[in-house]
């Protein structure tokens, strides 16, 4: 079985560019979930999909991010502008969707990097 | 306020001894879940704790769980080169719906 696979691995951008990450999850994970990780703080949750929908997206740090999961299968998350603060490890999951309280399955993070 | 507050932040270990972690978290929860993270990597999870539970093994990991103190330990016995990584705590639960809060994560190297 695939696990969740995140692209890119690495991005380099500049302020005020955008940039676009993509998240699969494992096939059948009808949740879906949107961490980051910033200047080696702790895992920060941004959002969380049932299938299409967002289920709770009180993480999202301000309107520069949008993430969508059109027909409930992959997802990306774009910042736009991007800017410095946004650096950090931006990790997904994903779990089967009766299992609301059990592991999540991570992917390997993307990390971004604005300079 | 900071859920998931775990220590130490950094331990260093011979290959052989034990190493414990600590978190503690501040609001209620439905389980309690720990997850490692080689260097580079995804998180894996571990093992995972439910409110209800006090005590749960897997292979050479421990974990309890106080719920009166709101805290959790990860021991890991007889650790080995390989158990070099970042341990990171995350609870879930309350008035949360599947979404997990995590501390800030210890990094356990182990020489060998």
């Known amino acids: 079985e695939a696990g969740v696979t995140q692209f890119p691995s690495h991005s380099v951008i500049e302020k005020g560019q955008t940039v676009t990450l993509r998240c699969d999850p494992i096939?059948?994970?009808?949740?879906l979930y949107w961490y980051r990780r910033v200047m080696g703080k702790e895992i920060k949750f941004l959002l969380h999909?049932?299938?299409?929908?967002?289920?709770?997206e009180s993480g999202m740090p301000n309107n520069r991010f949008l993430a969508e999961r059109t027909g409930g299968t992959y997802s990306t998350l774009k910042v736009q502008p991007a800017e410095l603060e946004d650096s950090g490890v931006y990790f997904c999951a994903s779990s089967p969707l009766l299992e609301t309280h059990n592991e999540q399955f991570f992917g390997p993070g993307t990390r971004l990097t604005v300079l | 306020s900071q859920q998931g507050e775990e220590d130490p932040q950094a331990l260093s270990i011979q290959e052989g001894e034990n190493a414990t972690m600590n978190c503690s978290y501040k609001t209620s929860i439905n389980n309690l879940q720990w997850y490692r993270q080689n260097s580079g990597r995804g998180l894996v999870h571990l093992i995972l704790?439910?409110?209800?539970?006090r005590e749960k093994h897997s292979g050479r990991l421990r974990v309890t769980l106080d719920t009166s103190k709101k805290s959790s330990s990860l021991l890991i016995t007889a650790s080995r080169a390989a158990d070099t990584a970042s341990y990171f705590c995350?609870?879930?639960?309350?008035?949360?719906?599947?979404?997990?809060?995590f501390g800030q994560g210890t990094i356990l190297t182990v020489h060998p």
């Open positions: 995350a609870t879930a639960g309350g008035t949360s719906y599947g979404k997990l809060t």
């Open positions: 704790i439910r409110s209800n539970e």
């Open positions: 096939s059948g994970h009808d949740n």
């Open positions: 999909f049932v299938k299409e929908s967002k289920q709770d």
